[in-house]
């Protein structure tokens, strides 16, 4: 059974008079890597507030079709049951950081659980050793670089032991390197503890390796929706306008002069044994 | 660095930083109390002096002597107005009592400001929280007054920044008279003001997200518990109340000067 199946979702916020999205069809598996992208106000961000249900419940608005998170339908279930389903990182990693320690943040979602003080220890400390934030531990959150307090963010996350963990453009305050480690400790995520990921990403040069499966929303609708290398070298995925990794470019140039990779790459390495296999035939 | 360096709390770890706030809290009100029941010089100089050992013992006395110099100017300013109208309006009394007196207004000032200093520095938010909520103060208070403390530092980088962007932009802060000047801070407000309401939803989005709400008797990572050292210093702040209360009702205290001459 798919973790996350929507059908003809549409959603138009309180104060709006077009809907944000509209029939939204996505089935997404357990322990799959999937990335949203999309021009900015396409409903990616939208769309990721539904599978915690932030929508409806603390937006309001109107959600018409339905949609259905480990088995339980949104419409019906308050915020907190989803959220100990599914994780949510947001962008701004400052306003995710409520304690004067790192510690006490991660403990927060389990402190509202109701988890035993023992017990709280130890998923603080599992959580902080993957993340590697362990260090900070007793650091307050407004002395941490940008990076850092997004780790730290996902660890508290990850305390609470989520099954899909959704990521709303967590890299878009940080720096490349900050950004690399975090995409670094998503992939891990995914790959070793088969967590379910949901990424909304531009910048899709440093992530796409890690994804199974790659969906395009534009204007409120999903446009594509299927294996990275298909949608990336497809060229509405160009017209619309998302960040088509270089390594990928190079190989749509090449194919466009008539040099013909084996694959489309999709990151720097990639494409360095694509072109020496090429050179080599 | 600013005054409010010698308010704000440091993790150092440290015999008075350890002790719980319950208990630092009840001897900051008995220290109070106590410096509001004397007007004499020589009882006052005593709460002063039995407070410079809890400092160093601290390790606060760099931050300590901050507060200190930034409560100097109204030190003096409370020693001028008593000064000017015990002379004004207390005819009979002599000059050197006149003095006497309002010196012990101002040490009086000083021993509020350094038991309100030494509490604040030693005393992280989180473990005042905590306290708050142990006596019984609804969590949703506490959780807010914690999350208050934690982003007044961000919300001071975030005014800094909004001041630097508006003064590029030609806004002159300091001219113009006193009622201009005040004028002059609505455009640093209203960034600053719409971004805190911004940043207030993103946060309650994230509580959300975490669960908040989901059970009635959630649990804390940290217990407060009352400790030998937490009893000996409750014990010693009673002591010094009954002492004082003793001393104000039986006992004539001399004046400086005259045990002096």
């Given at each position: 059974?798919?973790?996350?199946?929507?059908?003809?979702?549409?959603?138009?916020?309180?104060v709006g008079e077009k809907p944000a999205f509209r029939d939204v069809n996505l089935k997404?598996?357990?322990?799959?890597?999937?990335?949203?992208?999309?021009?900015?106000?396409?409903?990616?961000?939208?769309?990721?507030?539904?599978?915690?249900?932030?929508?409806?419940?603390?937006?309001?608005?109107?959600?018409?079709?339905?949609?259905?998170?480990?088995?339980?339908?949104?419409?019906?279930?308050?915020?907190?049951?989803?959220?100990?389903?599914?994780?949510?990182?947001?962008q701004n990693p400052e306003n995710q950081l409520f304690a004067l320690s790192v510690e006490?943040?991660?403990?927060?979602?389990?402190?509202?659980?109701?988890?035993?003080?023992?017990?709280?220890?130890?998923?603080?400390?599992?959580?902080?050793?993957?993340?590697?934030?362990?260090?900070?531990?007793?650091?307050?959150?407004?002395?941490?670089?940008?990076?850092?307090?997004?780790?730290?963010?996902?660890?508290?996350?990850?305390?609470?032991?989520?099954?899909?963990?959704?990521?709303?453009?967590?890299?878009?305050?940080?720096?490349?390197?900050?950004?690399?480690?975090?995409?670094?400790?998503?992939?891990?995520?995914?790959?070793?503890?088969?967590?379910?990921?949901?990424?909304?990403?531009?910048?899709?040069?440093?992530?796409?390796?890690?994804?199974?499966?790659?969906?395009?929303?534009?204007?409120?609708?999903?446009?594509?929706?299927?294996?990275?290398?298909?949608?990336?070298?497809?060229?509405?995925?160009?017209?619309?306008?998302?960040?088509?990794?270089?390594?990928?470019?190079?190989?749509?140039?090449?194919?466009?002069?008539?040099?013909?990779?084996?694959?489309?790459?999709?990151?720097?390495?990639?494409?360095?044994?694509?072109?020496?296999?090429?050179?080599?035939? | 660095?600013?005054v409010f360096d010698g308010f704000k709390f440091r993790s150092i770890s440290s015999p008075?930083?350890?002790?719980?706030?319950?208990?630092?809290?009840?001897?900051?009100?008995?220290?109070?109390?106590?410096?509001?029941?004397?007007?004499?010089?020589?009882?006052?100089?005593?709460?002063?002096?039995?407070?410079?050992?809890?400092?160093?013992?601290?390790?606060?006395?760099?931050?300590?002597?901050?507060?200190?110099?930034?409560?100097?100017?109204?030190?003096?300013?409370?020693?001028?107005?008593?000064?000017?109208?015990?002379?004004?309006?207390?005819?009979?009394?002599?000059?050197?009592?006149?003095?006497?007196?309002?010196?012990?207004?101002?040490?009086?000032?000083?021993?509020?400001?350094?038991?309100?200093?030494?509490?604040?520095?030693?005393?992280?938010?989180?473990?005042?929280?905590?306290?708050?909520?142990?006596?019984?103060?609804?969590?949703?208070?506490?959780?807010?007054?914690?999350?208050?403390?934690?982003?007044?530092?961000?919300?001071?980088?975030?005014?800094?920044?909004?001041?630097?962007?508006?003064?590029?932009?030609?806004?002159?802060?300091?001219?113009?008279?006193?009622?201009?000047?005040?004028?002059?801070?609505?455009?640093?407000?209203?960034?600053?003001?719409?971004?805190?309401?911004?940043?207030?939803?993103?946060?309650?989005?994230?509580?959300?997200?975490?669960?908040?709400?989901?059970?009635?008797?959630?649990?804390?990572?940290?217990?407060?518990?009352?400790?030998?050292?937490?009893?000996?210093?409750?014990?010693?702040?009673?002591?010094?109340?009954?002492?004082?209360?003793?001393?104000?009702?039986?006992?004539?205290?001399?004046?400086?000067?005259?045990?002096?001459?």
């Amino acid at each position: 059974m798919a973790i996350i199946e929507a059908e003809e979702l549409t959603y138009t916020y309180p104060v709006g008079e077009k809907p944000a999205f509209r029939d939204v069809n996505l089935k997404i598996e357990e322990g799959e890597f999937v990335i949203i992208t999309g021009p900015s106000g396409c409903g990616k961000t939208t769309l990721c507030r539904c599978f915690n249900g932030l929508i409806p419940h603390f937006y309001g608005g109107k959600l018409e079709g339905e949609i259905r998170v480990c088995g339980l339908n949104v419409k019906e279930h308050p915020t907190y049951e989803i959220a100990q389903h599914v994780g949510m990182v947001f962008q701004n990693p400052e306003n995710q950081l409520f304690a004067l320690s790192v510690e006490k943040d991660v403990a927060f979602g389990l402190e509202n659980l109701g988890v035993p003080r023992k017990e709280i220890r130890k998923r603080i400390d599992w959580a902080l050793k993957i993340t590697g934030t362990y260090n900070l531990k007793n650091r307050p959150p407004y002395e941490l670089s940008g990076g850092q307090q997004q780790r730290a963010a996902i660890a508290s996350v990850l305390a609470m032991n989520p099954d899909v963990m959704v990521l709303d453009e967590p890299t878009s305050f940080l720096d490349p390197v900050g950004a690399e480690k975090i995409f670094e400790v998503i992939g891990r995520l995914n790959r070793e503890m088969s967590m379910t990921i949901i990424l909304v990403e531009h910048m899709l040069d440093l992530v796409s390796r890690y994804a199974d499966r790659i969906i395009v929303m534009h204007d409120g609708r999903i446009m594509m929706n299927g294996d990275p290398r298909e949608v990336l070298v497809s060229e509405e995925a160009r017209l619309v306008g998302i960040g088509i990794p270089k390594a990928t470019m190079l190989y749509k140039i090449l194919k466009h002069r008539g040099i013909s990779l084996n694959r489309p790459p999709l990151y720097s390495e990639e494409a360095c044994q694509v072109i020496r296999e090429a050179l080599s035939r | 660095m600013s005054v409010f360096d010698g308010f704000k709390f440091r993790s150092i770890s440290s015999p008075i930083h350890q002790l719980d706030p319950r208990a630092k809290f009840v001897y900051v009100c008995v220290l109070f109390a106590v410096a509001i029941m004397f007007n004499n010089i020589i009882p006052l100089l005593i709460l002063f002096l039995i407070q410079i050992p809890i400092v160093f013992m601290a390790k606060v006395q760099k931050e300590w002597m901050r507060s200190m110099k930034g409560s100097a100017v109204f030190a003096i300013m409370i020693f001028a107005v008593n000064l000017l109208s015990l002379y004004f309006y207390a005819g009979h009394e002599t000059f050197t009592s006149i003095l006497e007196r309002s010196l012990a207004m101002t040490v009086r000032f000083i021993v509020l400001v350094q038991s309100f200093s030494i509490f604040f520095l030693t005393t992280s938010p989180d473990m005042l929280g905590l306290a708050l909520e142990q006596s019984g103060v609804p969590y949703e208070l506490c959780f807010a007054f914690t999350t208050a403390v934690r982003f007044v530092p961000v919300l001071a980088e975030e005014a800094q920044t909004i001041i630097d962007a508006q003064k590029s932009r030609g806004l002159e802060i300091e001219s113009g008279n006193f009622l201009r000047r005040i004028r002059n801070y609505i455009p640093i407000l209203i960034p600053l003001i719409v971004n805190a309401i911004r940043r207030s939803l993103e946060l309650a989005e994230t509580m959300e997200s975490r669960a908040w709400g989901a059970c009635e008797n959630r649990t804390n990572l940290y217990v407060l518990k009352i400790k030998t050292n937490d009893l000996l210093l409750i014990l010693f702040s009673l002591l010094l109340l009954t002492v004082s209360i003793y001393v104000s009702i039986h006992v004539y205290i001399p004046p400086l000067t005259s045990l002096l001459m």
